[in-house]
């Protein structure tokens, strides 16, 4: 018998043929990389539309309190705030130091803005007795803005939303740990309170949700006022909670924003900050600056975080720019240092590229 060795021309179209093969795999890869779905969420800080706020809108109109950062809110696909102020006229007043309402036409600014999700699990819900609680409600359910965090019983008050977004089922759950007198019971109205460190509660309002939905956030007013940094026991609550099936904790309650942690590729906002209001700035805590904090995710992780500096002004919130913008970027990027969290001057945090 005899052997034909292969000729140069059949060894170069072998070689060749094989690149070509590894190069429309790899195409293919990337493409079916790139054609997952992703969605863009939007979460901002304590929100609350009363008192001046609501006089500033009576005369210059709904949008006014946006600002510049409008067509930012109006781009995404979801997006949570707290709302920290009341929809009502009761004039029912509970005792205590600061009481938040504006009129429920009021909502319209939430509208306007693209509000998809708001949570009512705070301080301030229940400023004007079950009355203004009530109303509010009722004024949310009139529009197209779901609300998580207090209801008319214990069960309305833990029930998560769960929406879907460009093929991707997204689930919100909140909750505060201010205010325990004003916990929701099973006839009586109130808030979704949690005791931080409680993670048997929160393990069991997961488990009714996590198996159907892809993502889950949770929507928490949490601690002191004008705290730069979470304690220790936050921190550890905060990671009890991830490792018990959260993706996303979306933290607000200090007026000033916190570090962010990256925890085993879950997001962790401590705190957002405030992100429009009239109240008294701290001229060293600077309460007037935060962000609007840009989430991207595909079904299966969050692939980047996007931080918008804003400042608040005249009632109303802006894009920040110039020393503003310098000075909220180096704040974030400290405070986020400790927990190993990388943030480039654009605001940009990478998770899967």
């Given at each position: 018998m005899i052997r034909l060795l292969p000729t140069h021309s059949t060894i170069k179209i072998v070689i060749f043929m094989t690149i070509l093969s590894l190069v429309i795999i790899g195409k293919s890869m990337q493409n079916q990389k790139q054609s997952s779905p992703t969605i863009v969420i939007g979460l901002g800080g304590d929100t609350m539309l009363g008192r001046l706020v609501n006089d500033t809108i009576n005369t210059?109109?709904?949008?006014?309190?946006?600002?510049?950062?409008?067509?930012?809110?109006?781009?995404?696909?979801?997006?949570?705030?707290?709302l920290e102020n009341t929809f009502t006229k009761s004039t029912k007043k509970v005792s205590k130091t600061f009481n938040f309402k504006a009129d429920p036409d009021k909502v319209k600014t939430l509208q306007i803005a693209g509000i998809d999700v708001v949570n009512l699990a705070n301080n301030h819900i229940l400023d004007f007795d079950i009355e203004g609680l009530e109303e509010t409600i009722k004024t949310l359910d009139n529009t197209d803005i779901y609300h998580v965090g207090a209801g008319s019983n214990l069960e309305k008050a833990h029930k998560a939303v769960v929406l879907t977004k460009n093929d991707i089922i997204i689930g919100i759950i909140g909750y505060t740990d201010n205010e325990p007198g004003w916990a929701a019971g099973p006839n009586k109205p109130g808030i979704n309170y949690i005791h931080v460190g409680d993670i048997a509660t929160v393990k069991n309002d997961i488990a009714n949700i996590r198996n159907n939905v892809d993502l889950l956030i949770i929507s928490i007013h949490w601690?002191?006022?004008?705290?730069?940094?979470?304690?220790?026991?936050?921190i550890s609550f905060a990671h009890q909670m991830i490792d018990a099936g959260v993706d996303i904790i979306h933290g607000h309650s200090a007026?000033?924003?916190?570090?962010?942690?990256?925890?085993?590729?879950?997001?962790?906002l401590?705190?957002?900050?405030?992100?429009?209001?009239?109240?008294?700035?701290?001229?060293?805590?600077?309460?007037?600056?935060?962000?609007?904090?840009?989430?991207?995710?595909?079904?299966?992780?969050?692939?980047?975080?996007?931080?918008?500096p804003t400042l608040i002004s005249n009632m109303q919130v802006n894009l920040a720019s110039g020393k503003d913008y310098q000075e909220i970027i180096s704040r974030i990027q400290k405070l986020s240092a400790p927990f190993g969290t990388v943030i480039n001057n654009k605001g940009t945090i990478e998770l899967v590229k």
């Open positions: 210059k109109g709904y949008k006014y309190p946006w600002g510049n950062l409008l067509p930012y809110l109006q781009k995404t696909d979801l997006t949570i705030l707290n601690g002191p006022n004008m705290r730069e940094k979470p304690s220790q026991q936050f007026h000033i924003f916190q570090g962010i942690e990256i925890y085993k590729n879950k997001l962790i401590y705190d957002t900050g405030d992100f429009v209001d009239d109240y008294r700035v701290d001229p060293i805590l600077r309460n007037d600056r935060s962000f609007f904090y840009k989430v991207i995710i595909d079904k299966k992780s969050i692939r980047q975080i996007q931080l918008i």
